[in-house]
């Protein structure tokens, strides 16, 4: 059975990590710590790493994807200020009536027609309220890097394959959410990177078999099997296995991952425990 793996988000900062798993920076010699971890994910992690070094060579393809941000981005802190001049901290959401209304504000005030445009646009799709999350995933950082022991994994299981693994990148646009690693929330005309993935799309389905393990089940994981299961070409959603110990929420989100596994349950996905899959 050919078989390919699709490891969403499988970064330092969405990882719970011990702290003897922490660097510590040279500049300041602090720890440094993950930006946005989740309860689980470095257990998850060590799950995936294992199903990588015993699938081994029944490993047909591996794919990685990446939550790629800018530091200033429109989910980021330092994109917006309150009424106060101050700037929202993560996890308040925003709206595009609290804008018009003069609760929040971009820090440029030249950016405010953009702003508004996109959170419109966005709360019609009906999906998601801009959520302002801690700056993470900043590219160039330690906390954009793969959990390290998956990273081992991989990089014995592409020496043994003499292939690489595929590495695709998702975010760099400061001015869409693209939790989902196929398209932005809001795709951006001028931006095709925003756009639907075709060329992944074509790739997974080629396969007999997708396992499908990462972080985090309540936002990214979920938001690219929703358009997996939308797009695939072949509609064959049989072939789609979510890998369930492989795969935590946000915390206070629980129930949104819930909601997604059987949602994607009924539509035909299969959901297995990593141990349970054979080559």
């Given at each position: 059975?050919?078989?390919?793996?699709?490891?969403?988000?499988?970064?330092?900062?969405?990882?719970?990590?011990?702290?003897?798993?922490?660097?510590?920076?040279?500049?300041?010699?602090?720890?440094?710590?993950?930006?946005?971890?989740?309860?689980?994910?470095?257990?998850?992690?060590?799950?995936?790493?294992q199903?990588?070094?015993?699938?081994?060579?029944?490993l047909?393809?591996?794919t990685?994807?990446?939550?790629s941000?800018h530091?200033i981005?429109?989910?980021?802190?330092?994109?917006?200020?309150?009424?106060?001049g101050?700037?929202?901290?993560?996890f308040?959401?925003?709206?595009?009536?609290?804008?018009?209304?003069?609760?929040?504000?971009?820090?440029?005030?030249?950016?405010?027609?953009r702003?508004?445009?996109?959170?419109?646009?966005?709360?019609?799709?009906?999906?998601?309220?801009?959520?302002?999350?801690?700056?993470?995933?900043?590219?160039?950082s330690?906390?954009?890097?793969?959990?390290?022991?998956?990273?081992?994994?991989?990089?014995?299981?592409?020496?043994?394959?003499?292939?690489?693994?595929?590495?695709?990148?998702?975010?760099?646009?400061?001015?869409?959410?693209?939790?989902?690693?196929?398209?932005?929330?809001?795709?951006?005309?001028?931006?095709?990177?925003?756009?639907?993935?075709?060329?992944?799309?074509?790739?997974?389905?080629?396969?007999?078999?997708?396992?499908?393990?990462?972080?985090?089940?309540?936002?990214?994981?979920?938001?690219?099997?929703?358009?997996?299961?939308?797009?695939?070409?072949?509609?064959?959603?049989?072939?789609?296995?979510l890998?369930t110990?492989?795969?935590?929420?946000?915390?206070?989100?629980?129930?949104?991952?819930?909601?997604?596994?059987g949602?994607?349950?009924?539509?035909?996905?299969?959901?297995?425990?990593?141990t349970?899959?054979?080559?």
């Open positions: 059975m050919n078989t390919h793996l699709l490891l969403i988000d499988p970064q330092n900062d969405f990882c719970d990590l011990p702290a003897e798993w922490l660097p510590r920076s040279p500049v300041s010699g602090e720890a440094i710590r993950p930006a946005l971890p989740v309860a689980g994910a470095h257990a998850d992690m060590h799950r995936a790493a199903l990588v070094a015993r699938l081994g060579d029944h047909n393809a591996i990685v994807t990446l939550d941000h530091r981005d429109i989910a980021h802190p330092g994109f917006w200020r309150d009424a106060s101050s700037h929202p901290p993560p308040t959401p925003i709206t595009a009536d609290q804008v018009r209304g003069g609760d929040f504000t971009p820090r440029d005030p030249d950016m405010r027609s702003a508004l445009a996109y959170l419109d646009a966005l709360e019609a799709t009906g999906r998601y309220t801009l959520m302002i999350w801690p700056v993470h995933c900043q590219m160039g330690w906390g954009h890097d793969v959990h390290a022991a998956l990273q081992a994994a991989l990089d014995a299981w592409a020496d043994a394959q003499g292939r690489s693994v595929a590495i695709v990148t998702k975010g760099e646009n400061p001015w869409t959410e693209h939790y989902s690693a196929l398209q932005a929330e809001v795709p951006d005309v001028s931006d095709e990177r925003t756009e639907l993935n075709q060329s992944l799309l074509k790739e997974l389905d080629r396969f007999d078999r997708v396992l499908i393990a990462g972080e985090a089940g309540s936002h990214c994981v979920r938001a690219t099997v929703e358009h997996l299961a939308e797009h695939l070409p072949s509609q064959k959603l049989g072939k789609l296995v890998l110990d492989c795969i935590s929420p946000v915390a206070g989100f629980e129930a949104q991952q819930a909601d997604f596994f949602a994607m349950k009924a539509k035909g996905l299969q959901l297995a425990l990593s349970e899959i054979q080559a």
